[in-house]
C-alpha cells in the first residue's frame, strides 16, 4: 500500500522555525521527484517546493526562497522541508506528494502548520 | 507565473446529472494540465494527467479535455461521491500553480 506520512507540524512564533518531514512506503520513493504542496486555511493550492531524484536539482516558489529548504534522504525513504524565518502567511496544511513530470500523486494526508503569536 | 482561472466558482447539481468545469490559462500550456478531486479534510487525489489520460484507479466518468489555454473536465453522470472541490493545475512552465476551485455541491 502506497503511504504518504507527514509529521513536524505545529504551532509556531513568527520568525520561528520548524521542519517538515515526510515518510514514504510501497512505492520507489528514490524513483520520483518529490514536492510539497501547502493549503492555507479555507484556500487553494500552492506549490511550494520540489526535489529531484538524486537531491541535485531544486526549485522553490519565489516566497520561500531564502527561508525555507527542501532536501531527501533516499535511504530513509524520507523528505523533509526546513522552514525558517515564518510568517502568518505561512500558516497552512503542508502536504507532501511525488512529482511525475509535473502532476503530483500520491500525497501524503498533510500536517497543520500554523504561525501566529 | 500562469494563472488558471476556474469557472464556475461553484456548480449545484443533482446526483445522476452531468458537471462540467472549466480551467482557463492566462497563457498556452499545451496539454501539460492536471485535474485533481479534494473532499473536505483529505488530501487532493489526481483524476487526470496530460489533459485527458486518467489516472489509475479513477472511473470513466471522469474525463478531461482540452489544449492550450481552455480545458473542461466532465463528470458524466454525478455519484454521491463526486461531490467535492475540483482543481486544475498545470505542470508546462515553473512555477506549477494551481487554479482556485470549482466547488461541485448537491443541489
Known amino acids: 500500500e502506497v503511504q504518504m506520512v507527514e509529521s513536524g507540524g505545529g504551532l509556531v512564533q513568527p520568525g520561528g522555525s520548524l521542519r517538515l518531514s515526510c515518510a514514504a512506503s510501497g512505492f520507489s520513493f528514490s524513483s520520483y521527484w518529490m514536492t510539497w504542496i501547502r493549503q492555507a486555511p479555507g484556500k487553494g493550492l500552492e506549490w511550494v517546493a520540489n526535489?529531484?531524484?538524486?537531491?541535485?536539482?531544486?526549485h522553490y516558489v519565489d516566497s520561500v526562497k531564502g527561508r525555507f529548504t527542501i532536501s531527501r534522504d533516499n535511504a530513509k525513504n524520507s523528505l523533509f522541508l526546513q522552514m525558517n524565518s515564518l510568517r502568518a502567511e505561512d500558516t497552512a496544511v503542508y502536504y507532501c506528494?511525488?512529482?511525475?513530470?509535473?502532476?503530483?500523486?500520491?500525497w501524503g494526508q498533510g500536517t497543520l502548520v500554523t504561525v501566529s503569536s | 507565473e500562469i494563472v488558471l482561472t476556474q469557472s464556475p466558482g461553484t456548480l449545484s447539481l443533482s446526483p445522476g446529472e452531468r458537471a462540467t468545469l472549466s480551467c482557463r490559462a492566462s497563457q498556452s500550456v499545451g496539454s501539460n494540465l492536471a485535474w485533481y478531486q479534494q473532499k473536505p479534510g483529505q488530501a487532493p487525489r489526481l483524476l487526470t494527467s496530460?489533459?485527458?489520460s486518467r489516472a489509475i484507479g479513477i472511473p470513466d466518468r471522469f474525463s478531461g479535455s482540452g489544449s492550450g489555454t481552455d480545458f473542461t473536465l466532465t463528470i458524466s453522470r454525478l455519484e454521491p461521491e463526486d461531490f467535492a472541490v475540483y482543481y486544475c493545475q498545470q505542470f508546462g512552465s515553473s512555477p506549477r500553480t494551481f487554479g482556485q476551485g470549482t466547488k461541485v455541491e448537491i443541489k
Open positions: 526535489i529531484r531524484q538524486d537531491g541535485n536539482e531544486i
Open positions: 496530460g489533459a485527458s
Open positions: 506528494a511525488g512529482d511525475h513530470k509535473g502532476t503530483f500523486d500520491p
